[in-house]
């Protein structure tokens, strides 16, 4: 039996904004992820079965290798179509932020989103959730927003209405938010999660393949450039560094999605437990940083690049030159005291 973690009022006051909404809209963050991609889509198929009109909205879109999802060719994605993704936040009951934890992490869809007079719910598992949401779930540590959607449905006597489309969608979002259960996996109601999402029908194993298998040969090629020429060690610091220009992306022909797990790369080395990406992007310097242990890499991207996530994984951004972003995580390396 899992552990009971949401609370009652939590769990009411969600069920009262279902029963009365007719109209839903669905968001999540910037470059959704499986998770964010995997919640959404869980709560998607829950409440178009109980006959409520139901749209997912991304501000980006999303990698090739989540396509197969169910109900994934559905998403709107705000950057292409910005007046009807507009249109349908303006016509909600309910909006529902997936995810994310404050609104600039949707991006230019954030205006839409905090204008709208929709009762508005956020169900997130990271730190320090903002103020503009009518009902917060933020519990930090759960693996997943995947994992806190199956958890809510079970508390909202919903167990039945997981079908095997539903599973999918959450057991991709715990999947890949815990690199396949390598971090962030310890508790044990993880695994009777997963238990019931198999009796449920899934094939955990297709699932990975078509995640983690899939990918082009430009891909393939680009990690051999990456791991070659792109890598740079600090070994007094424990550290690894990978950055990559929009020149070198578009050399390998680079579509979204492509350096996915590439900041995980480094922290196989011995003696490496924390691993930084650096990315070069249209309007900002994006960075994923991952750490193994007790090593707040976290606390390090709110710290110097305005960013957060978890323990183990986060995320962050600069507005600046890819050199900058370099020159400034050298600087943050020297300085940053994990232990304070």
Same mark, same amino acid.
């Not at 508005?120 to 009518?134: E, G, N, R, S, T």
């Not at 960075?287 to 960013?307: D, K, V, W």
């Given at each position: ?6 609370? $009652? ?12 909404? $007719? ?5 999540? #963050? ?10 959404? &889509? ?19 879109? !999303? ?63 990271? &730190? ?21 959607? +199956?958890?809510? &449905?079970?508390?909202?006597?919903? !167990? ?83 950055? &990559? ?38 309007? !900002? ?9 007790? +090593? ?13 996530? #978890? ?18 995580? $050298?600087?943050?390396?020297?300085? +940053?005291?994990?232990?304070?």
């Amino acid at each position: 039996m899992l552990t009971k973690i949401f609370s $009652e009022k939590e769990v009411q006051r969600f069920q009262s904004y279902v029963d009365r909404g $007719e109209r839903f809209v669905i968001v999540t #963050h910037m470059s959704p992820d499986g998770d964010a991609l995997g919640a959404s &889509l869980a709560l998607f198929h829950y409440l178009t079965r109980l006959g409520n009109r139901v749209d997912v909205v991304v501000p980006n879109d !999303f990698p090739q290798f989540l396509g197969w999802m169910p109900g994934a060719k559905d998403i709107v994605v705000y950057e292409r179509y910005p007046d009807y993704a507009g249109q349908l936040i303006r016509e909600a009951d309910v909006i529902c932020c997936l995810d994310f934890n404050e609104p600039k992490r949707v991006g230019k869809m954030a205006s839409h989103v905090e204008a709208v007079g929709a009762d508005k719910v956020m169900i997130d598992h990271h &730190l320090l959730p903002a103020d503009f949401c009518d009902l917060v779930i933020s519990y930090p540590d759960m693996s997943s927003t995947s994992e806190m959607i +199956f958890r809510l &449905l079970c508390r909202m006597k919903a !167990f039945d209405d997981i079908d095997r489309t539903v599973a999918e969608c959450i057991y991709t979002g715990m999947m890949t938010d815990t690199g396949g259960f390598t971090y962030h996996s310890n508790d044990p109601d993880l695994y009777l999660i997963i238990m019931e999402l198999c009796r449920k029908g899934i094939d955990k194993d297709a699932i990975y393949r078509r995640v983690y298998q899939v990918y082009s040969e430009s891909r393939l090629r680009l990690m051999g450039y990456v791991l070659c020429e792109k890598m740079k060690i600090y070994p007094a610091r424990g550290t690894a560094l990978i950055t &990559l220009t929009l020149k070198e992306l578009n050399r390998f022909r680079y579509v979204t999605g492509d350096t996915e797990g590439f900041v995980n790369l480094p922290l196989s080395i011995e003696g490496i437990r924390f691993a930084v990406f650096i990315r070069e992007d249209t309007d !900002f310097i994006k960075l994923s940083l991952r750490s193994t242990g007790a +090593f707040p890499s976290n606390r390090f991207a709110s710290t110097y690049f305005n960013g957060g996530g #978890h323990v183990n994984a986060s995320g962050g951004e600069f507005y600046g030159t890819l050199d900058e972003a370099v020159a400034a995580f $050298e600087r943050a390396l020297e300085e +940053f005291d994990p232990e304070r």
